[in-house]
Every structure is written in C-alpha cells, then in structure tokens.
C-alpha cells in the first residue's frame, strides 16, 4: 500500500510574493516576456507561470501582445507609477533636472532607496536594455544613499562610504577611451550628491551623468556646484516644510 502523494498548494502570502516576483521580472527594461522566459528567470514550471501572468493580466498588472503572446507591464503599473510619481511631488523636480541638464550638458537623475537598489525616479530617458535600477554599491547615487542613510536604515559605514560622506559626493567611472558609452570613444562620469532632510538623511541622490570629455577633472568642481545647488532647490520643492534643512547663511 503507498502512501497518497500531497499536492502542496501555494499560500495566499507565497502566491502574493510569486506575483510580485513576476512584476519584477520586468525590471531591466528589456523586450516583451513570454511564459517561458518568466518561467526560466523565476525557477518555475511553464504552467505556473503562464498562470500567473494571466492572473495578473486579468488585473491589468500586466497585458499580453494578441500577436506575440508576449507580456510586458499593463495599465494597471501605469496608473499606480503616475499616481506615486505626483504624490511624491517628483512631477515638480522635473523642470529643475531639465534645467540643469540644460546647463551642464550632462544627464541629471533623481534615485531613492528601494530595499538594495537605488532606483531612479526622475529625469533622463532610461537607456536601453538598462532598466530603472541597480544594487546600491554598484552606482554613484546608491553610496550616496548609503552614506546618508534613513533612520530605519543601518548607519555603520565603512572605509569607502566614510570617505562619500567626508567629501560630500560619490563619484563613479565607467568605459574606456575604447569604448564610450556617449559613442565619441569616451567613457562615462557620474557624479552624485544627496538630497538631505533636516535630520541629515538622504531622500533622494541627485547625479549628473555624462562623457568623460565633457565632464573631465578640470571641470568636476563646477558640475559638483550645480548639482549641489539643484539639490538645495529640491530639498524645498520636495520636503515637507518641517523635514527642510534651515537655510545657510
């Protein structure tokens, strides 16, 4: 006599988490997915996840291409993106990024903290393929989050955060004089500083991104400056009076 096999079915947290997992699947800004795709990057069986990007398509999460039978995100992501992105004020940070990209030649982005990555919320266009985020110690705006953390956020810093913070930016290179991202055979610069509250946390990290030529070290001074002046403008526009630095004199 054997024993009866037990069909373990998800519980309402685990099929809660599975649906976000495939949202985020999503993340790098790539093509289309199709079930197969979504099962490979989750570690699940093709029906699950062709299950699960129905459900979520149902809900308008995610919508499918009748042609391709692909899914990318819905309606739904939409609406909920817009609905933050103007309660969080950002919407008013625009014409600042706009300004200063304008002034400095450079691509500004704004980043907060999601969990490890910082994401960017404001700003550039998302280059291809590249998605809106990245592991905090890997790019100039997550140490300077790290450097500043928020008080749920662990404070100790190490050799290299103690130095963002001693100087007041991070900085970050990447390329070569072979390969520039700006394709003028550069690579790329970015400088990031944060936006404080009054209790010295960083909200967001503002950078200035751009080609090596353009910002070279000679320069690095006068980007910093801007940057830094468009942060003071962004801690008004998006800080709650209370929660605002006292003006400097």
Do not use: K
Request: proline residues 8%.
């Amino acid at each position: 006599m054997t024993e009866a096999t037990t069909v373990r079915t998800p519980t309402g947290a685990q099929a809660v988490q599975r649906a976000l997992e495939v949202l985020h699947s999503f993340h790098d800004n790539g093509p289309d997915l199709s079930a197969s795709d979504l099962s490979r990057r989750l570690g699940l069986p093709v029906s699950t996840a062709h299950r699960l990007a129905r459900t979520l398509v149902a809900a308008g999460f995610l919508e499918q291409d009748v042609r391709t039978a692909r899914y990318r995100l819905g309606p739904a992501m939409t609406e909920l993106g817009r609905l933050s992105y103007h309660r969080r004020g950002l919407h008013l940070a625009a014409p600042e990024l706009a300004d200063l990209t304008a002034r400095t030649g450079a691509v500004a982005d704004l980043a907060l903290r999601s969990g490890p990555h910082a994401v960017i919320v404001a700003g550039g266009p998302v280059p291809p393929m590249a998605g809106l985020r990245r592991p905090l110690r890997s790019t100039a705006p997550g140490r300077v989050l790290l450097a500043w953390p928020g008080p749920d956020e662990p404070a100790a810093l190490d050799e290299e955060l103690a130095d963002v913070r001693a100087d007041g930016f991070a900085r970050e290179e990447s390329g070569s004089a072979l390969t520039g991202a700006y394709g003028d055979g550069y690579g790329t610069r970015t400088l990031a500083v944060p936006v404080l509250d009054r209790a010295g946390h960083a909200r967001f990290a503002l950078s200035l991104r751009g080609a090596t030529s353009v910002m070279t070290d000679e320069r690095a001074a006068w980007f910093l400056a801007q940057a830094r002046a468009c942060a003071q403008a962004l801690e008004i526009l998006l800080l709650p009076p209370a929660e605002r630095r006292p003006p400097t004199a």
